[in-house]
């Protein structure tokens, strides 16, 4: 199954924000994997963070966390100018969690939201020069999440441009579809991953190994995304797109069990 996301333009809400005074303070969360995590920005700098792995519901530590993380930095949730949160693919209860407290925190301060694919924080991370990033990340169910990511001029600090949709499928279809992509375009991949335990059985299948391989590199990256989406969120908001709590959405990209269940698929 794809989806492709979407992002939404809204300017009213957006010229709120200190752009020419310093600082912009953002709160960033992630609930898309057990390694969750949340992190306070000041402009483009980290202040505070705190992520831990654990299966215990979000719908406790989440809170429980940022709580400890305000009060280390001696801030309130009223001191924020910008919510972030990772808006997909993941789990999905965790994903609803963290929507929904960002949009209530957004509506209650009056301030906006930003909603960041998870994807797109784990290609942030790389530093490889490939001009073609394709991020991806344990889906469960002997699946992965992916998409292709391009950057033009191929420089690690360039603009990352979502090329094509959201997808998931087992780790060799995947593989399989980074190998067509390469052969459609000639162009260098690098594979970005927090997770390469979830690739690693199709790895070893292909040739032992992707590393190496010519045109495509492995980069494994930290799992830890709170500060990816935190400074990316900080960049769209600047530039004057934002969510609100009723344009912020998830993106699931596959399908729920119960939803599974209920159409007998």
Not at 2 to 24: D, E, M, R, T, W
């Amino acid at each position: 199954m794809k989806v492709s996301g979407k992002g939404f333009i809204c300017k009213g809400l957006a010229s709120g924000l200190p752009y020419n005074s310093a600082p912009l303070i953002t709160l960033a969360v992630d609930t898309t994997s057990p390694g969750g995590s949340a992190a306070v920005l000041r402009d483009d700098r980290i202040i505070g963070s705190v992520s831990t792995w654990t299966e215990e519901t979000y719908s406790s530590r989440m809170f429980r966390q940022v709580d400890f993380l305000l009060e280390e930095l001696s801030l309130a949730l009223e001191h924020v100018d910008l919510f972030a949160v990772a808006n997909g693919p993941g789990s999905f209860t965790g994903l609803r969690v963290g929507i929904a407290a960002t949009k209530a925190w957004a509506e209650a301060y009056g301030k906006p939201v930003v909603g960041v694919s998870a994807l797109e924080a784990i290609a942030a991370q790389s530093r490889a020069a490939s001009p073609v990033l394709v991020p991806a990340f344990d889906a469960r169910r002997g699946e992965v999440y992916f998409c292709f990511y391009r950057r033009e001029g191929g420089s690690p600090e360039q603009e990352l441009v979502l090329a094509g949709e959201y997808s998931v499928m087992p780790p060799a279809d995947f593989l399989n579809e980074v190998r067509t992509r390469l052969g459609d375009t000639g162009t260098a991949f690098t594979i970005v991953t927090p997770t390469p335990e979830a690739l690693s059985a199709a790895l070893g299948q292909w040739n032992a190994g992707i590393e190496g391989r010519k045109g495509i590199t492995l980069d494994v990256v930290p799992n830890i995304l709170a500060l990816a989406i935190g400074l990316l969120a900080a960049r769209r908001a600047r530039s004057g797109t934002t969510d609100n709590s009723l344009t912020l959405e998830a993106n699931y990209v596959r399908r729920t069990d119960a939803e599974l269940k209920w159409k007998g698929l």
